[in-house]
């Protein structure tokens, strides 16, 4: 894009203004600028600002905003992730005050324009990553390096822990090192290296024994139902029950949680609200998303009996239901769902990825309610396409 002379002059005394002010500059700041460079007074600086690539603008509440110099933007992600490097280990967030003693610019940009420090990490999330773990407060901040060089050996660990029935005393991990040789170099400390994925692993002492034990730290169940709920709406069909391997990938607790459950059928089958599972004689069996009734479950539906394949859930069972609509439901039976999979600091950021998916035009859609008048075509359709 081509600039005005004045105006490329106007952004190059702003990036040096900003700069002195530490690389952040808040609308409240903008008249002291204009002070300076009276010259640049008429210009639009928050336009200007949206249009070029050495600022970003975060827009605020009551129309307050904030500029950042993009590099001291990036200056403050290189001095967090060498701090982080430096420590060996993932950053608990109460550890972030000594990162803000010794870099207080870069630890003002994390913080500027009403940002949080996960808001932070989530923006660069090439760079970090985010984890919670359950009963403990705050957040853990690691390098995404890591988790790259990290993720073969954790699914090992997985995999290793599931054939094992989830739980490993200390000394049986021999026969890990035999099958995997590379990975005792990767981790000459496997209880460390288990401690430092608490949303994975658990340490306890043994009893009555010098040696201590690994266990699967697993999702609860409900959630790992919910998760696989979203997994098949985002897949956008039924699936064959071995077809899941996406979903494996992302979820490796989910294989302990089906032994448990024994056998995905009876996983399933746990939670009607959100699965069905469809015994098919002749080929492989297939999981499905149930269409619970919307109106029903409001309280508003016309019909007394199930109709097409909208389901009268009566009594409800626990937990969330997926209904008819999924994920454009706008009575918040699709959020529930959500909530119950990401129960912890993910659970904004993916309701947010989840709202900017939505296609547009959905809102009048589902805001009508086709479901009770349409059911029976509807029904006529999802048929034909799925058997
Ligand atoms: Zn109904
Ligand atoms: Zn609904």
């Not at 993009?70 to 280990?89: D, T």
């Not at 696989?228 to 039924?238: G, K």
Request: hydrophobic residues 35%.
């Amino acid at each position: 894009m081509s600039m005005a002379p004045p105006e490329r002059k106007a952004l190059a005394d702003l990036a040096w203004y900003v700069g002195q002010e530490g690389g952040v500059l808040t609308s409240g700041r903008l008249s002291n600028f204009c002070k300076w460079f009276p010259a640049h007074h008429a210009l639009n600086i928050k336009q200007l600002c949206k249009n070029c690539p050495d600022f970003s603008v975060v827009d605020q509440a009551e129309g307050q905003w904030t500029i950042r110099l993009a590099s001291v933007e990036q200056e403050a992600v290189r001095n967090l992730a060498a701090f982080i490097r430096s420590m060996g280990r993932p950053l608990l967030s109460k550890e972030f005050s000594d990162l803000q003693s010794s870099h207080k610019a870069s630890a003002a940009v994390v913080y500027s324009g009403d940002r949080t420090l996960s808001r932070f990490c989530q923006e660069h999330d090439d760079t970090f990553t985010v984890e919670t773990s359950p009963g403990r407060p705050g957040i853990c901040i690691g390098l995404r390096s890591w988790a790259r060089s990290e993720l073969p050996i954790l699914e090992d660990l997985t995999a290793f822990l599931c054939e094992n029935g989830g739980s490993v005393s200390s000394e049986r991990f021999q026969n890990f090192y035999a099958k995997h040789p590379a990975h005792r170099e990767a981790i000459p400390n496997l209880r460390a290296f288990c401690s430092r994925h608490p949303d994975r692993f658990a340490i306890s002492e043994g009893t009555n024994s010098p040696h201590w034990r690994v266990t699967l730290a697993q999702p609860p169940s409900a959630q790992l139902a919910a998760r696989l709920a979203i997994f098949l709406e985002d897949c956008d069909q039924p699936m064959r029950w071995d077809q899941l391997d996406g979903f494996y990938k992302k979820n490796p607790d989910f294989r302990a949680v089906i032994q448990q459950a024994g056998g995905i059928r009876s996983f399933c089958e746990k939670y009607p609200g959100l699965l069905l599972y469809e015994a098919l004689s002749g080929q492989t069996d297939k999981i499905y998303l149930p269409k619970h009734c919307c109106l029903f479950m409001r309280g508003i539906c016309n019909f007394s009996e199930p109709h097409g394949k909208y389901l009268h859930a009566s009594p409800a069972p626990h937990g969330p239901l997926r209904c008819g609509y999924g994920r454009r439901c706008n009575y918040g039976h699709w959020q529930l769902i959500e909530q119950q999979a990401f129960a912890d600091a993910r659970g904004s950021a993916a309701a947010e990825a989840s709202k900017s998916r939505d296609p547009e035009g959905d809102e009048a859609d589902s805001g009508s309610d086709w479901e009770s008048s349409s059911s029976e075509s509807d029904a006529g359709v999802q048929a034909a396409t799925w058997v």
